[in-house]
């Protein structure tokens, strides 16, 4: 196929079918190839860990990290930068070799393993390597599917190795499928098997996230947040990364600034240690796709520490300030890997001689209901429901995005009944979160469990309930599933959620564009895995006239 790039790995690819000439996102096709090329180097180099860990031999700690942070990399709105990525394919063939040297049999080991090709024929070789790299669609279409979800499983992996929270078992798997995508034996039906195991791996990878977050910071408590502004210069943290907050709240106690959050980062505000810190303000502007009219509002330096970036306007290019994952042409870049302590002495010098953040809104939102806080109000709402004041509960998480097309989302919400309580998780609750939607018995219509990751608790808030009422199967209970997607992290909760038996989860605005015809009939038939219509048909359907 004549592409100057393909890509179809976000809710929003172009044409609902695949980007071909520049992506969506802003990546430009240049961009696109090499981050092809880093998830192929990186399974080549998942071919021999795979390999050493059969032969016996251990597997460093950096090398595992290596792998997850590379497929961070290439999530959607991480990294835009061709040198970074350059870097990274650079690091990743040099570290296949040396482990090369290592095995006993490099016999029938892929192309991926083995290729080591010079800076010049990078472009070439991403073409060739391609994510189209299958005559059959349902190949192609698996692969792509199990590859996204470990996008999403190394980043949340990522996360918690900041937080000094490993697990061998985690990375060795990761390897081990990443591997598997290469092997042009694999069958359907084995593929198939693999992607509901990624998912079993997805629920063991939001636990360990879980477990780190709350060990480092305590449990997600009923908070509510402010969302005006102050009088002092600001820094502005947006993406998902605890640990960077922690280190620049930290660093700039004593600065005269205060630090908001900014999109996914508002669940930090939930978590009891970073309560501690005075100069810890609160929220600042909504969603990801928000960010070009809000950073501009917002007058000071911007961190962002994981995606999701949309390429910055000249006008504020230089308050954008990237760590970890993210990578633009021409904004700052503060370097620091997994437990070093990152210096912030420059953001935090530049804030100082910002303007205040110009007031976009006031009042407060609630939020902080992951699984510890639902625990604890477990009696009030096992209580609601049997009494009939909780009729249903309504899980709504995922991702927010730009199209139109996710109104539907506001407008469902506000069409829901009253006896019904929404539970999410992730950006999605932008949609809603600021509606006046009230409570029920004191037990507030909108649950925010927190970040995409914490939809994990939603989970564990699901088998809870089940064990309460007494159910044999998860699907009895009064709970809808109507979950917003955008990019990666959000095929690896759905996985997850199937891995748990969990049925008839509808998937909006659109399925993904990955998904063949063949394996989107699997899903259908196996798990009852449906799209949205309208609010008034959905409503019909979910509860009747």
């Known amino acids: 196929m004549d592409y100057n790039m393909f890509c179809y790995q976000c809710q929003e690819t172009a044409g609902g079918s695949g980007c071909t000439r520049v992506g969506v996102c802003g990546k430009r096709p240049s961009v696109s190839n090499l981050q092809d090329l880093l998830v192929y180097v990186t399974k080549g180099l998942s071919a021999v860990t795979t390999r050493l860990r059969e032969e016996g031999m251990p597997v460093s700690g950096n090398v595992n990290h290596l792998v997850t942070f590379n497929l961070f990399v290439t999530i959607t709105n991480a990294n835009f930068d061709e040198d970074f990525i350059t870097d990274r394919i650079i690091k990743t063939l040099e570290q296949t070799q040396l482990l090369l040297r290592q095995l006993k049999d490099t016999s029938d080991l892929p192309d991926a393993s083995t290729w080591y090709g010079a800076v010049d024929t990078f472009t070439e070789k991403a073409v060739e390597s391609g994510i189209l790299s299958s005559d059959d669609d349902d190949i192609n279409s698996l692969r792509a599917l199990i590859t996204y979800g470990l996008k999403g499983l190394s980043a949340y992996t990522k996360h918690a190795n900041a937080l000094l929270q490993d697990s061998e078992k985690l990375d060795a798997f990761i390897q081990r499928a990443l591997a598997d995508t290469l092997d042009d034996e694999l069958t359907v039906p084995e593929l198939v098997d693999l992607t509901l195991e990624v998912g079993r791996h997805g629920v063991e990878g939001m636990a360990l996230l879980d477990k780190a977050n709350t060990d480092a910071y305590g449990n997600p408590e009923i908070t509510n947040v402010r969302i005006d502004v102050g009088t002092r210069p600001g820094i502005l943290v947006s993406g998902h990364d605890l640990r960077d907050l922690e280190m620049l709240l930290e660093q700039s106690k004593d600065s005269g600034i205060d630090i908001y959050t900014h999109s996914e980062m508002l669940p930090a505000n939930y978590y009891p240690a970073f309560k501690k810190y005075n100069h810890f303000y609160g929220n600042y502007g909504g969603s990801w796709w928000k960010q070009k009219e809000e950073f501009e509002a917002f007058r000071g330096p911007i961190l962002m520490t994981t995606n999701c970036l949309v390429p910055p306007n000249s006008s504020y290019q230089d308050r954008i300030y990237n760590t970890g994952p993210v990578g633009y042409p ?37 939020g902080g209901f992951a699984h510890a806080q639902v625990f604890a109000l477990a009696d009030q709402i096992v209580e609601a429901v049997r009494s009939g004041a909780i009729r249903k509960f309504v899980v ?93 992290k959000a095929v690896l909760v759905l996985l997850a959620l199937l891995s748990l038996g969990i049925k008839n989860i509808h998937l909006g605005p659109t399925l993904p564009a990955f998904l063949s015809l063949n394996v989107t009939k699997v899903l259908v038939e196996n798990f009852g895995i449906a799209g949205i219509t309208t609010v008034e048909e959905d409503m019909n359907l979910f509860f009747g006239n």
Request: net charge negative.
């Open 330 to 366: 021409g904004c700052h870049y503060i370097l620091g890997g997994i437990g070093e302590e990152k210096d912030f002495s420059e953001i935090i010098e530049h804030a100082k001689k910002c303007p205040p953040p110009e007031q976009l809104e006031s009042g407060t939102i609630v």
């Open 396 to 488: 709504m998480a995922g991702c927010d995005g730009r199209f139109n097309s996710r109104e539907y989302y506001t407008e469902f919400a506000k069409a829901l009944p009253n006896d019904t309580v929404i539970l999410t998780a992730g950006c999605a609750k932008y949609r809603y979160n600021k509606l006046d939607l009230g409570d029920i018995n004191g037990i507030p219509r909108v649950l925010d469990a927190g970040q995409c990751n914490d939809s994990y608790s939603i989970a564990v808030i699901a088998l809870k309930l089940q064990e309460l009422f007494g159910l044999d199967d998860i699907n009895e209970l009064p709970v809808i599933y109507n979950i917003a997607w955008y990019e990666q």
